[in-house]
Nanobody, 123 residues
Framework: QVQLAESGGGLVQAGGSLRLSCAAS????????MGWFRQALGKEREFVAA????????DYADSVKGRFTISRDSAKNTVYLQMNSLRPEDTAVYSC????????????????WGQGTQVTVSS
């Protein structure tokens, strides 16, 4: 089993920045990748960003490309999401997820999920 704990959410004004963290614990040795997803009130969950644990490759949703940066600290089993130039439409609960699949597809195939952290961007 793997446990994921997000932190770093909060309230920020439009144009501001936040840095989310997600620490994984438990049986993390076979992690193939980790990702961030978000779900706004009344909307479907959507992919935000992901990073391969194998080679550090990254993938971003078009809506966040150029504003958000995903990174990892493999030694700490932690993934980060640096969010800059935040917009009101970025308001959502942000959740991290980890994958243990042999083939990692960045946007799907996640096995464990965190509880989520609220990000609210005021205009």
């Amino acid at each position: 089993q793997v446990q994921l704990a997000e932190s770093g959410g909060g309230l920020v004004q439009a144009g501001g920045s936040l840095r989310l963290s997600c620490a994984a614990s438990g049986r993390t040795v076979r992690t193939s990748g980790m990702g961030w997803f978000r779900q706004a009130l009344g909307k479907e969950r959507e992919f935000v960003a992901a990073i391969s644990w194998t080679n550090g490759g990254t993938d971003y949703a078009d809506s966040v490309k150029g504003r958000f940066t995903i990174s990892r600290d493999s030694a700490k089993n932690t993934v980060y999401l640096q969010m800059n130039s935040l917009r009101p439409e970025d308001t959502a609960v942000y959740s991290c997820a980890s994958s243990f699949r042999v083939l990692y597809y960045y946007r799907e195939g996640y096995d464990y999920w965190g509880q989520g952290t609220q990000v609210t961007v005021s205009s």
